[in-house]
């Protein structure tokens, strides 16, 4: 079992940045995701890092703008978020993946934190 905790969220106003966290418990190292939650939507895949740290994916939403990073030392990922939009506004979850396949389909993921918000003023 492994246990997700996220940090960093909060508000902020269109056009800045925030930093998000997510500290696993454990020392097996999973394939890494962000995925967030607007209301009234359905979960959305961000980001996600493989295991091994060599690759990483993104939506086209956020190209360019986000970045996902790990520290296995620290056994954390990292979700650094620039040129936020008021749309961006949501519950931001990060997600372990034993067995990445897509990366990007939050029924391949095993394990979820809790969520962290994210408020994006205009």
């Known amino acids: 079992q492994v246990q997700l905790v996220e940090s960093g969220g909060g508000l902020v106003q269109a056009g800045g940045s925030l930093r998000l966290s997510c500290a696993a418990s454990?020392?097996?190292?999973?394939?890494m995701g962000w995925f967030r939650r607007a209301p009234g939507k359905e979960r959305e895949f961000v980001a996600a890092?493989?295991?091994?740290?060599?690759?990483?994916y993104y939506a086209d939403s956020v190209k360019g703008r986000f970045t996902i990073s790990r520290d296995d030392a620290k056994n954390t990922v990292y979700l650094q978020m620039n040129s936020l939009k008021p749309e961006e506004t949501a519950e931001y979850y990060c997600?372990?993946?034993?067995?990445?396949?897509?990366?990007?389909?939050?029924?391949?993921?095993?394990?979820w934190g809790q969520g962290t918000q994210v408020t994006v003023s205009s």
């Open positions: 997600a372990a993946d034993r067995r990445p396949y897509t990366y990007k389909e939050v029924r391949e993921y095993d394990y």
């Open positions: 890092i493989r295991k091994d740290g060599d690759s990483t």
């Open positions: 454990g020392r097996s190292r999973y394939a």
